[in-house]
């Protein structure tokens, strides 16, 4: 769709578009096959401003899709942009999440100043911008002192130069102790002016009578947020140990506190080696807690069971079917790129969407699962979007593509970006505009 003519301005007809029918207002009449429901767009002032049956008479400049599909702008729930794109001088010998975490502290403490942080955080946000993505959550490390000071800063002179482009929140990644006494109020002070969510990594201790403290620590965390009125975003179980039972600790203590902010959970990878009985209460439990759960398929798959010289043997995802048949609402987001958690990515939500298909066995059930890209991680953002419908933005992504089984095979080469009604020109940003960041680590590894 590269070449496609999109008018400057004026009234615009989207012609002969295939809309898959999670992302279309219910109240359209599906009209069609495989998931997908075939309609014209009119799109006036920046916004809907009507959706037609396809072949309607004309009513605006005629752009016809010829079948292509169209999609609302996507909304990644779940990054690490502070800590993005410092594979260059950061690798991960092993690939384990314990090397990663141990080469990226080093990293913090090394090269973390404003001028870095900046220059990488803005490089992902070019790349989201230009692959269609239009709102993003990124945890912010947190555990350096005075970093959080820096990236803070940042994530918020970003957030007013992004804006009406990429819509962001913060969330500040600690681990959860923090929470347990006054050593928060500095931070939880910054978060909150920042409009940002607490957070932090949750584990179990040991496999013994450690339940309570973390019980206690998580009411805490709770009371807290529900004093100062913040949502809460926690990684969660982000192994293979299926004594690693956090996430039903978690909706409990979401219960306990009668919490009614938003709670997200992310990785919750144990979920799928506990005990089948194990496994259907958590999802009960985290259902009726109303916790959205987000999963990252792509980097899961690259850090969960590495084993020296050996296959892994398991696909690091939580139990996406199980927890979508349930009625949670379960997401998928990009987490890191091209860092020691994962030495890829590249904020393409398509990319992660095409992974978790994939990995998850998702195509029995392709109809809702774009959802997890657009719908549901705006709703969990609590931010418009994700669903086209009369009066919304006219935030698009169209594609030459004509079914699923063609846009997933391509990933949508050829994409279209539509913002406020007018066509982007926008690209990925070349990896060398980062290169001054790492001359002299580059220098020194390649000397003779």
């Not at 993005?84 to 913090?108: E, F, K, L, Q, Y």
């Amino acid at each position: 769709m590269n070449n496609l003519q999109w008018p400057d301005a004026g009234r615009v007809q989207l012609a002969n578009v295939n809309v898959p029918r999670g992302l279309l207002d219910p109240s359209i009449e599906p009209a069609g096959c495989s998931g997908l429901t075939r309609v014209d767009l009119v799109l006036d002032q920046g916004t809907i401003a009507q959706i037609l049956p396809a072949g309607s008479p004309t009513d605006g400049a005629l752009v016809d899709a010829d079948g292509g599909q169209c999609w609302p702008t996507f909304a990644d729930l779940h990054t690490h942009l502070d800590k993005g794109h410092i594979w260059p001088r950061a690798h991960n010998p092993d690939g384990t999440i314990d090397s990663a975490r141990t080469h990226v502290r080093a990293d913090t403490t090394h090269y973390w100043r404003t001028e870095d942080v900046e220059a990488r955080f803005e490089f992902a946000l070019m790349s989201a911008y230009a692959h269609g993505t239009s709102a993003i959550r990124t945890h912010l490390d947190c555990y350096v002192p005075s970093q959080e000071r820096i990236s803070f800063d940042v994530f918020r002179r970003l957030r007013d130069r992004w804006a009406g482009r990429v819509e962001l929140q913060a969330v500040a990644l600690v681990s959860t102790d923090l929470y347990d006494d006054g050593r928060n109020a500095a931070l939880v002070g910054l978060v909150q002016e920042s409009g940002g969510l607490l957070g932090g990594v949750t584990f179990r201790l040991s496999d013994g009578d450690d339940t309570q403290p973390l019980d206690g620590r998580l009411d805490r965390l709770f009371g807290l947020a529900r004093a100062r009125r913040m949502n809460v975003d926690l990684h969660v179980d982000e192994n293979g140990a299926a004594a690693s039972t956090t996430l039903a600790q978690i909706a409990q203590a979401v219960m306990r506190a009668d919490f009614q902010g938003r709670v997200v959970c992310g990785h919750c990878c144990s979920l799928s080696v506990q005990e089948d009985a194990v496994a259907a209460r958590t999802i009960g439990l985290v259902k009726d807690a109303g916790i959205t759960l987000v999963s990252l398929p792509l980097v899961n798959q690259y850090l969960q069971g590495r084993r020296p010289g050996a296959t892994p043997r398991w696909r690091g995802i939580p139990l996406l079917r199980e927890l979508q048949a349930a009625g949670v609402p379960v997401v998928l987001a990009s987490d890191n790129c091209r860092d020691p958690y994962h030495a890829f990515g590249d904020l393409d939500l398509l990319e992660v969407l095409g992974g978790g298909i994939r990995l998850g066995h998702l195509d029995t059930d392709l109809a809702e699962w774009p959802g997890a890209i657009t719908r549901r991680p705006f709703e969990a953002m609590g931010v418009q979007g994700g669903v086209l419908r009369v009066g919304s933005p006219a935030d698009l992504v169209l594609f030459r593509e004509r079914s699923h089984s063609e846009l997933f095979a391509r990933r949508g080469a050829g994409r279209v970006v539509i913002r406020h009604g007018k066509r982007i020109d926008a690209a990925p940003p070349d990896y060398r505009t980062l290169d001054h960041l790492f001359r002299a680590d580059i220098e020194k590894r390649t000397a003779p």
